[in-house]
T-cell receptor
């Protein structure tokens, strides 16, 4: 089946720093989404991308749909303590509604 | 607006017992998904429904697992009999058909522990 490689697995950064994480796939995706999961909660949708090359922002978060359709990036600017959590990429190809999820990036923001 | 509602939030049961997890999707959403999350395997899609009809159940681990959606506002995931390896967090998610139908909204999950 389809697999997403998400990196890095974990990140430790200082408050105020910018963060970048990415997802790559061996196959083409038509849709990329980014989610954040806090402990004990379900994933929360952050950004959805539908077109190759698309760059979309949501506050301090910016995500891009790679031109090759095989990758996506998420950037967080000026990190704050509440950015702590696990960030997941997810993708979909074809007309099916299933999402394939990456393994997640655990983000820790140090004061 | 209420999001996806799941119950119970926590369930502890003994091996061999029947477990039923419940989900109420966002009102008006016509897709419903059941996922399982573990440290080893991450988020796995078990089954999904469209307009109350199961579309793809290829992710259901085995015959011990079954899911139903009797109406647009309620779904259940049943495990009978439960085994320790079923311990995981089970999520329900819903989405709305249309241009943004890939955007799935998750419930808070049910943490299942089978002893």
């Amino acid at each position: 089946g389809q697999q997403l490689n998400q990196s890095p697995q974990s990140m430790f950064i200082q408050e105020g720093e910018d963060v970048s994480m990415n997802c790559t796939s061996s196959s083409i995706f038509n849709t990329w989404l980014w989610y954040k999961q806090d402990p004990g909660e379900g994933p929360v949708l952050l950004i959805a991308l539908y077109k190759a090359g698309e760059l979309t922002s949501n506050g301090r978060l910016t995500a891009q749909f790679g031109i090759t359709r095989k990758d996506s990036f998420l950037n967080i600017s000026a990190s704050i303590p509440s950015d702590v959590g696990i960030y997941f990429c997810a993708g979909s190809s074809g007309s099916a509604r299933q999402l394939t999820f990456g393994s997640g990036t655990q983000l820790t923001v140090l004061p | 607006d209420a999001g996806v509602i799941q119950s119970p939030r926590h369930e502890v049961t003994e091996m061999g017992q029947e477990v039923t997890l419940r989900c109420k999707p966002i009102s008006g959403h016509d897709y419903l998904f059941w996922y399982r999350q573990t440290m080893m395997r991450g988020l796995e899609l078990l089954i999904y429904f469209n307009n109350n009809v199961p579309i793809d159940d290829s992710g259901m681990p085995e015959d011990r697992f079954s899911a139903k959606m009797p109406n647009a506002s309620f779904s259940t995931l049943k495990i009978q009999p439960s085994e320790p390896r079923d311990s995981a967090v089970y999520f329900c998610a819903s989405s709305l058909s249309g241009s943004s139908s890939y955007e799935q909204y998750f419930g808070p999950g049910t943490r299942l522990t089978v002893t």
